[in-house]
């Protein structure tokens, strides 16, 4: 299993990310992934980082088109409450600050 992904993208997300209470960062699948109670929302795989929100959410994102598109662990398969984000320089992820924000309250929420 390849589990390659960008250390300076981790980096950035590292320092944006941790300072938010209840934010934790941990791994999973070998991928680096940040929690908030208990729970992931976000991870970063390859050359994008990955992003729960709610299904009809990740639609409208991914109808905007640009960095965003559906997120699929394999080839012909996408999970509908996953949307990933590519961008090519690490300070791009900043202007997606609220989308990091609104990921955390849809996980912490509990759905």
């Known amino acids: 299993m390849n ?3 960008r250390e300076d993208v981790k980096a950035l ?3 944006i990310l941790i300072g938010i209470p209840g ?3 941990s791994k999973a699948f070998g991928y680096p992934c940040y929690k908030v109670s208990g729970r992931i929302f976000c991870f970063v ?3 994008a980082v990955q992003l729960k929100l709610p299904a009809s959410r990740v639609e409208s994102l991914v109808a905007e088109g ?6 699929g662990p394999v ?5 509908r409450e996953w949307v990933a984000l590519e961008w090519q320089t690490p300070a791009d992820y900043e202007q997606a ?5 609104e ?4 996980v912490r929420g509990g759905s």
């Open 13 to 15: 997300l590292d320092e």
């Open 3 to 5: 589990t390659s992904y």
């Open 75 to 79: 080839e012909g398969t996408t999970w």
């Open 103 to 106: 990921s955390i309250e849809y």
């Open 45 to 47: 795989s390859g050359d």
């Open 66 to 71: 640009g960095p965003y598109h559906k997120f």
């Open 97 to 101: 600050m609220d989308l990091f924000i």
């Open 23 to 25: 934010v934790k960062a």
